[in-house]
């Protein structure tokens, strides 16, 4: 394990106070560094929280502040935080306008985000969910709810961020969290493990030569395992299955995701995206906003995902709208 | 013992606590199949945190408080699927036990009746899907029964025990539907199910307790 | 070799097709996409001109933007540009005020960059230089000129991109780069290689429990080699060698960054930082601007660097300042 | 040969070309002990490059021309420290020859002394600092002396190629002051330096080509 680490044991945590002392922007609540708020709340906004395991970095934390989430409960790594902590989080950021929960669609976040809403509407908190569940690889069509929530979600939160900063309602704000998660498909590679601290060796085992197409950003098995192919070869793959899920039409708009996994050097991203440009042009589809670089990873694990928002004319005006957090920064126009 | 007081509470959770320290390394495996290997983590982790938790309440708690505490404690330093359902489980067992000194067959079918309404209410698997809650029904179920034919606590435990290991066995022929293992589909067909494992140690370990003393 | 790549003789290439795809805040002149340079230049502002081998992203063109560069000359891996390359890139930005060159000390990087000059006077356009050389485990104190340039040359763009945004003349501006130059310091540490796409092997081999204290971005040997240590530690050992180098007193300001060198997640990043911040604080310094994450790598190279700045009034200013290119956008207050 | 014309020029650059061709890997080899092991890549580039444009040119443009052409073309196919100051070297030896039909033994002491002097200006280095310009120097140096006394141009290239063959020698004993090699410090000592290995193929492989002519 080649790791800059202190005692495995409290890498979240160390991490954290990393976190805290490098962004002001940020801070926690009820004495534990696991609930980490946003400094600056804005009264009568609707309040978006957001939670999962550590080892994902610039997920899920790294997305609080201005135009996108006001507050994030961090799980050890690869574990959910707690129903107490997301319970925090959520008192501390409502505003009297509600909260919405984001997170992705594993079963221990979602078990606690529920018990944390119980808690919440015991105090008469209004919360809604929305949970992420762009992963094309961990599902067939018609089973999408069964399908993991991965790098996709970036457009979700900038969706309800920017929706929730116009002022808009908790009612709507939802919509349109929801309708940016219905849009957006990620199609996800692997070709690293990674090295869980606590764990101490590689999480799983791939050849020299191979990748695996889908694997989920705990290591959890995808569509194929097979030898490396060309970059452009990988893209092909990826986004014909992209492709298959939804009707883009000469004309459209969509909103392009490529996240590293960790591993992988940004040089890649760009030789991914270069063919991932060359599919859409080819159908006529616009790439209107673009994103390349770590959005969502798993630690050191070497990979790419590429995650694809079909736009309409509102999510664009909310995919485009200034957003400024510790870890992404979009400046309008 | 025909009873089980606040004082053996406590002590129940220290044998529980020492059962899934033993089995830790088993469980990290049997999770680690098709899953991520964190069940024998958790579930040592948060049975001692509440085992300790526990004796600082002390038996003037009761025993409803007692489970109250061992459910938040536990909810808390564990929040993994697995952690979280058996928090759940213990804080509804808490509510159904309220008010009594001591939990005889009738209340100890009540404590396993709301410990299986609660992770089923709280995880939304059905019976058949390959999670906890196929052993924790009939585990309910055998209970109820006893109790109703006036079976002496331990006698009760003991089938209560039986049909969970029966039930735990059932799970190999099913299909995951939930959690990780659900990613491994029919991989999954074949492996006794990590999370009902659990539940059958949790019951099998309360009857011999019970028979023991 | 696993890489997400085409034939890597078109390495740099179809990553530069990517990046003017993804960023059409740069376009490139000379009908050569390796002469990158700004889609708006302003009138009358002093030029800011880089350049240096691929593979280092965000590092070189990266930079070039709103309040930092105008122009990067951008080379095969590891492989300097050309002087025409840099010369046709001067030529597109000089807007009568001059044009500053910042690069890394690095032979052939200079070679090239002092034949553009050449051409470019010529043409009667002014062009000064400061060369970054930041990197301590180089060379010793009295033998300066002899150190690498590594990612501390993001604080030279900075000050310089932030002085030639505020109309300085390029006096003013080589003036301030070079104060920058000189008042920064960085020590790094490699647990890892990389893999050059032409050559297809690892660029030198360390063992699973080694790092090295002061290897170059290319591999180039360190200080010491030894047993990887705690995280605490590597940084109290880099620390030690960066706080003997200037005379940092109770109450004075610096910038940090926190540089990954690719491989090595995030997370770590921020568990090195919690250690450099501890030491600050222990001396009274205090850490105005902080920054972590990737912003001078080698490719795939696990690995992080810290480099200080030791501010003054003016560089606060400059550091402070608003900027937005495709990889580095800073949002001022 | 007594001369070297345009057309011979032409037929040097295909030598060199294949020289580099062959020892490609022999210098990654050499590059790699102390620096970034690429100068088997730059030299086969750009002078495969260089002898291809050459061609492209053909005799009719004349000596400088070419060596003009060989200069540009490899400052733009191979900017790394050796390829431009290889570049610099044949776009200061083409002003050195220019008018020239062909070069004789006094003009190939000049083509070498521009080529050295051009070497030394841009890369700033200084005799005895373990560079290429190690063996430039002697190899300007023993031309001179080799036209001052009339000796035939074979004759003048191959005393030129022994003492550039001495002085690369002499290299292994040097303390690396520039580029990536120093770095290593002490660690240069004992090997020859890779560019001035370059510098020592150059003149051998001219000597060689005037000789079989
Ligand atoms: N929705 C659910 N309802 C009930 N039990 C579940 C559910 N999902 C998973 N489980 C149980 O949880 C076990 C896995 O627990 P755990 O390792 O804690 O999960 P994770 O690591 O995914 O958080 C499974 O074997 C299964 O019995
Ligand atoms: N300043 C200099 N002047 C002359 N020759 C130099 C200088 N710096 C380096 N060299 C020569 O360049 C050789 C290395 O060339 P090359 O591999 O192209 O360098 P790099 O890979 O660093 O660009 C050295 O062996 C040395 O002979
Ligand atoms: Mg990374
Ligand atoms: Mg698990
Ligand atoms: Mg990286
Ligand atoms: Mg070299």
Known sequence: MKKFLNDPVDFADEMLEGIYKAHPAVTYVADDKRCLVTSKLKAGKVGIATGGGSGHLPLFLGYVGDGMLDGAAVGGVFQSPSAEQMYQVTKHIDQGAGVLYIFGNYSGDIINFDMAAELADLDGIQVKQVIGNDDVASSVVGEEHKRRGVAGIFFVYKAAGAAAAEGLSLDEVTRLADKARLRTRTMGVALSSCVVPEIGHATFSIGEDEMEIGMGIHGEPGIIRKKLAPADQVIDEMMERIFAEQDYRNGDDVAVLVNGLGGTPMEELYILFRRVSQLLEARGVTAKHVWVGEFATSMEMAGASVSILHLDEELDRLVAAPANTPFFKHVAG | ?213
Not at chain 2, 43 to 62: I, N, Q, W
Not at chain 2, 158 to 183: D, I, P, R, W
Request: charged share 25%; no cysteine.
């Open chain 2, 1 to 213: 013992m025909d009873k089980i007081t606040a004082s053996d509470i406590i002590r129940l959770f220290d044998a529980w606590k020492t059962l899934f320290a033993e089995q830790r390394e088993f469980l990290i495996a049997l999770d680690g199949k098709v899953g991520d290997s964190d069940l024998g983590i958790t579930m040592s982790k948060s049975f001692a945190a509440a085992a300790e938790a526990l004796h600082g309440e002390g038996e003037v708690a009761g025993i409803a408080k007692l489970l109250r505490t061992a459910g938040a404690t536990m909810a808390r330093t564990a929040p993994s699927t697995m952690g979280t359902l058996t928090a759940t489980g213990f804080l509804r067992a808490s509510k159904a036990v309220d008010g009594k000194e001591a939990l005889g067959a009738t209340e100890v079918a009540a404590f396993w009746r709301a410990f299986r309404d609660g992770v089923a209410e709280r995880g939304k698997a059905k019976v058949g899907d390959k999670t906890l809650l196929d052993v924790l029904d009939p585990i309910a179920v055998a209970l109820e029964a006893q109790a109703e034919s006036a079976a002496p606590l331990a006698e009760a435990l003991a089938a209560a025990a039986a049909a969970a290991e029966q039930a735990l066995k059932a799970t190999e022929s099913m299909l995951a539907q939930h959690g990780k293992a659900a990613a491994f589909q029919q991989k999954t067909i074949g492996l006794q199910d990590a999370g009902a494992t659990v539940g059958y140690f949790l019951v099998r370990r309360m009857a011999e307790f019970v028979a023991e003393a």
